[in-house]
């Protein structure tokens, strides 16, 4: 490429894109930073720039970048079946085996998977199975949904209703009727008077309780939570708190729905984060690590229960109308396996805990007493690292989207690509679950090296205000 074609590339962009979670004012004068190859946990743009990608795309490349097992599976697959539909009675042999393989892994009580194409499809699809269960069962008023504040679930009207995150809401006239939100399970950011994570629990779990009284049990039919918030700020719950809302869950007869988009296949050191974390859930939802991005695909997991109810319901003989043209696509399915394949036999499960040990405790070590620096938090190879501007009292700054800003450019600057925080200032660090020691020690180089040039910035830049 010369620099006329990069320059011409870039003014299209700017011309034609619409570009996702970006400021639409601004778009036009940015400039646009054209990727052109990956490799492992390497990124390069056409300006020769390598970085290193510790947000794994957008926490999607679990096994990495140009892996030539996937490429070979997708390639096969497309030359013997480039696209077949899974509607009425078709299916494919891909499809079927990667069925097969999902549930060997997941939760003893999951007993069918239903497929989309991405994260927010796949919670709307829960959704509406959450409304069908309490049609069959004769609840027809059971329809309410209460989601967390700082939750993400995806973009749809659906999904981004649940979304606890008011960007996703501003100007879509969301949330859509019947859906409720309740307080994070973000420990950082606790109330005056909480003396321990387990009393944080138990608060959260009876602030639960009164909503679905005042609701009324018979009209709320499903909590729905991501084991750790991801997009948030990697906000881990605290000791017992999915204990606790399980006792308020079952005593109002709610259903749980576990978005492990994020947590699942390896992210946090297990095939899904929601067991180690005293989840037990009715439906699962995953995507991201399902293809670590080589293929969009998403999946329903739905468990014995709610299939007991469903593949019962006598109504013309339960005719299910919902599904996308390539749900279940059988290079999708293709591309899963071979994906999970390598997640299995090259131990990243086991890597995941090992390196993420290794490098949640060289940021406190390396980060400690670092201005601004408020809580280094995580699990496996999902790690947030927060900035306050009063770190003793956990006082966030006032414009958190400019800081945040600031932030990520800063660690740009040094080679890293970071995950930013809605709602907080924090460099969530969430790269391939191939990282090695090597790897993780150029991380945590890149961000000691940033945070004292994030902070010159801040004050150059007058943000440096609670």
């Given at each position: 490429?010369?620099?006329?074609?990069?320059?011409?590339?870039?003014?299209?962009?700017?011309?034609?894109?619409?570009?996702?979670?970006?400021?639409?004012?601004?778009?036009?004068?940015?400039?646009?930073?054209?990727?052109?190859?990956?490799n492992?946990?390497?990124l390069?743009?056409?300006?020769?720039?390598?970085?290193?990608?510790?947000?794994?795309?957008?926490?999607?490349?679990?096994?990495?970048?140009?892996?030539?097992?996937?490429?070979?599976?997708?390639?096969?697959?497309?030359?013997?079946?480039?696209?077949?539909?899974?509607?009425?009675?078709?299916?494919?042999?891909?499809l079927?085996?990667?069925?097969?393989?999902?549930?060997?892994?997941?939760?003893?009580?999951?007993?069918?998977?239903?497929?989309?194409?991405?994260?927010?499809?796949?919670?709307?699809?829960?959704?509406?199975?959450?409304?069908?269960?309490?049609?069959?069962?004769?609840?027809?008023?059971?329809?309410?949904?209460?989601?967390?504040?700082?939750?993400?679930?995806?973009?749809?009207?659906?999904?981004?209703?649940?979304?606890?995150?008011?960007?996703?809401?501003?100007?879509?006239?969301?949330?859509?009727?019947?859906?409720?939100?309740?307080?994070?399970?973000?420990?950082?950011?606790?109330?005056?008077?909480?003396?321990?994570?387990?009393?944080?629990?138990?608060?959260?779990?009876?602030?639960?309780?009164?909503?679905?009284?005042?609701?009324?049990?018979?009209?709320?039919?499903?909590?729905?939570?991501?084991?750790?918030?991801?997009?948030?700020?990697?906000?881990?719950?605290?000791?017992?708190?999915?204990?606790?809302?399980?006792?308020?869950?079952?005593?109002?007869?709610?259903?749980l729905i576990?978005?492990?988009?994020?947590?699942?296949?390896?992210?946090?050191?297990?095939?899904?984060?929601?067991?180690?974390?005293?989840?037990?859930?009715?439906?699962?939802t995953?995507?991201k690590?399902?293809?670590?991005?080589y293929?969009p695909?998403?999946?329903?997991?739905?468990?014995?229960?709610?299939?007991?109810?469903?593949?019962?319901?006598?109504?013309?003989?339960?005719?299910?109308?919902?599904?996308?043209?390539?749900?279940?696509?059988?290079?999708?399915?293709?591309?899963?396996?071979?994906?999970?394949?390598?997640?299995?036999?090259?131990?990243?499960?086991?890597?995941?805990?090992?390196?993420?040990?290794?490098?949640?405790?060289?940021?406190?070590?390396?980060?400690?007493?670092?201005?601004?620096?408020?809580?280094?938090?995580g699990?496996?190879?999902?790690?947030?690292?927060?900035?306050?501007?009063v770190?003793?009292?956990?006082r966030?700054?006032?414009?958190?989207a400019?800081?945040?800003?600031?932030?990520?450019?800063?660690?740009?600057?040094?080679?890293?690509?970071?995950?930013?925080?809605?709602?907080?200032?924090?460099?969530?660090?969430?790269?391939?679950?191939?990282?090695?020691?090597?790897?993780?020690?150029?991380?945590?180089?890149?961000?000691?090296?940033?945070?004292?040039?994030?902070?010159?910035?801040?004050?150059?830049?007058?943000?440096?205000?609670?």
């Amino acid at each position: 490429m010369t620099t006329a074609t990069i320059e011409d590339l870039k003014a299209l962009d700017r011309k034609y894109i619409m570009h996702p979670f970006s400021s639409l004012q601004s778009q036009p004068r940015k400039d646009v930073n054209v990727m052109t190859s990956t490799n492992g946990i390497v990124l390069k743009n056409a300006d020769g720039r390598e970085f290193l990608d510790a947000g794994s795309g957008l926490w999607c490349a679990n096994v990495g970048y140009g892996r030539t097992e996937i490429i070979k599976a997708a390639t096969e697959q497309m030359e013997k079946t480039s696209f077949l539909h899974s509607f009425s009675n078709f299916s494919n042999e891909p499809l079927i085996r990667l069925s097969e393989r999902l549930l060997e892994i997941a939760p003893d009580n999951m007993e069918r998977v239903t497929y989309a194409n991405s994260g927010s499809e796949a919670n709307d699809t829960q959704i509406k199975l959450v409304w069908r269960y309490n049609n069959v069962r004769g609840k027809h008023e059971k329809k309410k949904l209460i989601a967390r504040w700082g939750g993400y679930h995806g973009t749809t009207l659906g999904a981004g209703s649940v979304n606890g995150l008011s960007v996703v809401h501003r100007s879509f006239d969301l949330p859509i009727d019947r859906v409720l939100h309740t307080d994070a399970a973000e420990y950082h950011r606790r109330p005056a008077g909480i003396i321990s994570e387990e009393h944080f629990s138990l608060y959260l779990a009876n602030k639960l309780d009164k909503m679905i009284e005042t609701e009324g049990s018979e009209t709320v039919a499903a909590f729905i939570a991501e084991p750790i918030i991801g997009s948030a700020g990697v906000i881990p719950p605290p000791a017992g708190y999915f204990r606790e809302i399980a006792k308020v869950l079952k005593k109002h007869d709610v259903l749980l729905i576990a978005d492990e988009v994020i947590t699942g296949f390896g992210r946090t050191g297990s095939w899904f984060a929601g067991p180690g974390l005293e989840m037990k859930p009715d439906l699962i939802t995953v995507a991201k690590g399902l293809t670590s991005g080589y293929f969009p695909m998403s999946a329903c997991l739905v468990s014995d229960a709610i299939c007991e109810v469903l593949y019962n319901e006598k109504e013309a003989d339960g005719f299910f109308g919902h599904g996308f043209t390539t749900s279940g696509h059988p290079v999708g399915a293709a591309v899963a396996l071979a994906n999970i394949d390598i997640i299995d036999k090259e131990g990243l499960l086991e890597n995941s805990t090992r390196i993420g040990s290794y490098l949640l405790s060289s940021l406190r070590e390396e980060l400690d007493g670092v201005e601004f620096v408020s809580d280094i938090r995580g699990k496996g190879l999902m790690i947030g690292v927060e900035f306050d501007a009063v770190p003793e009292i956990r006082r966030a700054f006032s414009d958190i989207a400019s800081v945040g800003g600031l932030l990520s450019q800063a660690c740009l600057d040094e080679g890293l690509i970071v995950r930013g925080g809605h709602g907080r200032v924090i460099a969530a660090i969430a790269p391939p679950l191939t990282l090695t020691t090597e790897q993780a020690d150029q991380i945590v180089l890149c961000v000691k090296r940033a945070a004292p040039k994030f902070a010159k910035a801040l004050r150059a830049a007058q943000l440096d205000r609670a």
